[in-house]
């Protein structure tokens, strides 16, 4: 859809060490060579091996299509069977026999998504190569399936499952019939089917640092399952004594750790911030960055972060649309868990397993609560009983006595880097 396209910060991607020079593991006489994803890795002391281009072809698993094939499957690359626009290029919808993955005809066979490189240049190739690195190795419910790619001349494509709802983006902030609010037990469930997502990439088998979380990038299936999508930034996370890895900064503005921006040091901790960034969004129905907003509130994060903790003033927050929808207890608990996430210390900021493990759980209270409700005869007031009220306040003293997990800046102003002291901004 191409909205983010003027807020999208992608900068040359070449890795940097820690003095800041190119590390030489990325250049070689063959071209590209990326670290190997990390289901590869025998040891986390072992540092990951470079892999050649060819290496990552060849060992994807994923099917190497030709032009004509996905010519034949998208119609001709029809402009009416555009899916959508982003950074990279354009994204057609297409029909493919699902046995022999060569073109049928439209509505035969299963359908997929081409995304086709637009643009020239080393930082696009390296992006596509990035994404069949991760996703041509990585399988998980929760991150979308690749089928296969198609490197022809100066042509490089790739071809995704079919993701019949379209990016979480859409049905938050487009406008339009068939764009209708989400409910708030929907968000909550693409809330805990991308969490699961990150949790998995970040998992000691896997260790890799997403580094674009961002609504754009999670894909509904029929049912509302988030599946993540674009790998094309994806790192290795680090490995052996080192806590982060040294990088260039890059990603999406209003999404981006602010450590992160200020230094280039990534760790998964960048990624639960762009969750909670996430999360602010679901809860707000509010973009992350829109200069439309009145002065003050362009910056959602920033804005938002002191009305979070407060159950009076919390409503301003909440998207209108949700009204009746959710209790006010577990509306606050998930904009506590949006401000653990956003917390200035990247330390203090939970971890995905963490986060997985809370929004379940608010999942099941908010099944027993339906269950008890419907055995109520449905006497119970959604928004503010005493009895959820008291829950609440227990919940937060349980969490302020414990000390786990308290990000004790909660209520500090937002010391948010200016873009311009960010290389990625030059
Ligand atoms: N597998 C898919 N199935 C259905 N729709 C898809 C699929 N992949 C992408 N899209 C649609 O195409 C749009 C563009 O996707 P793309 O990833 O190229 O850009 P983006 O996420 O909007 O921006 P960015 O380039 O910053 O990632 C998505 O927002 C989504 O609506
Ligand atoms: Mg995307």
């Known amino acids: 859809m191409g909205i983010c396209l003027s807020n999208q910060i992608k900068a040359d991607s070449t890795f940097h060490t820690d003095t800041g020079t190119i590390s030489s593991k990325m250049v070689s006489s063959g071209g590209t060579e990326l670290s190997s994803s990390s289901s590869k890795r025998s040891s986390a002391s072992v540092p990951p091996t470079p892999r050649s281009e060819g290496e990552i072809l060849e060992s994807s698993n994923l099917k190497s299509f030709t032009f004509s094939d996905l010519k034949s499957a998208t119609r001709n690359f029809r402009p009416d069977s555009v899916l959508g626009e982003g950074g990279f290029g354009s994204v057609f919808k297409g029909w493919m026999d699902e046995h022999s993955l060569t073109a049928s005809k439209a509505g035969s066979g299963i359908m997929i998504a081409v995304k086709r490189l637009n643009q020239d240049g080393w930082q696009g190739h390296k992006e596509w190569l990035a994404e069949i690195n991760y996703l041509g190795q990585l399988r998980h419910p929760n991150l979308v399936k ?9 042509h490089r494509l790739l071809v995704y499952e079919f993701m019949p709802k379209g990016s979480m983006e859409n049905h938050l902030f487009r406008k339009g019939s068939y764009f209708q609010p989400l409910s708030w037990s929907l968000r909550m469930k693409i809330a805990l089917g991308a969490a699961k997502g990150l949790a998995f990439l970040h998992s000691a088998e896997t260790k890799v640092i997403y580094r674009d979380f961002k609504t ?4 509904l299936d029929s049912t509302y399952n988030a599946k993540l999508s674009d ?15 040294s990088t260039r900064v890059m990603g999406t503005y209003g999404y981006a750790a602010p450590e992160y921006l200020s230094t280039g040091h990534l760790t998964a901790k960048s990624d639960v911030y762009s969750f909670g960034v996430v999360l602010l969004e679901i809860l707000s129905g509010k973009k992350a960055i829109d200069k439309n907003r009145p002065t003050g509130e362009h910056n959602l994060v920033e804005w938002a972060k002191p009305y979070l903790t407060n159950k009076r003033r919390v409503f301003r927050v909440l998207d209108a649309r949700l009204e009746g929808q959710y209790s006010l207890d577990r509306a606050l608990k998930i904009a506590d868990l949006a401000l653990q996430c956003l917390c200035m210390d990247a330390r203090s900021r939970p971890s995905m397993d963490e986060i997985v493990r809370d929004l379940e759980q608010l999942q099941e209270s908010n099944k027993d609560n339906r269950h008890n409700n419907q055995s109520d005869g449905g006497t119970k ?3 503010s009983s005493a009895e959820e009220k008291r829950a609440h ?5 349980k969490q302020s006595n414990s000390g786990a997990r308290s990000c004790s800046e909660k209520h500090a102003p937002i010391a948010y880097p200016r873009p311009s002291l960010s290389p990625v901004y030059a």
């Open 146 to 154: 690749l089928i296969g790619y198609c490197l022809e001349d100066d």
């Open 216 to 219: 754009s990038n999670i894909l």
């Open 231 to 245: 790998f094309g930034l994806a790192r290795d996370g680090p490995t052996g004594d080192k806590s982060y890895v």
């Open 381 to 383: 007031s959604c928004r």
């Open 393 to 397: 306040i227990a919940y937060r003293n």
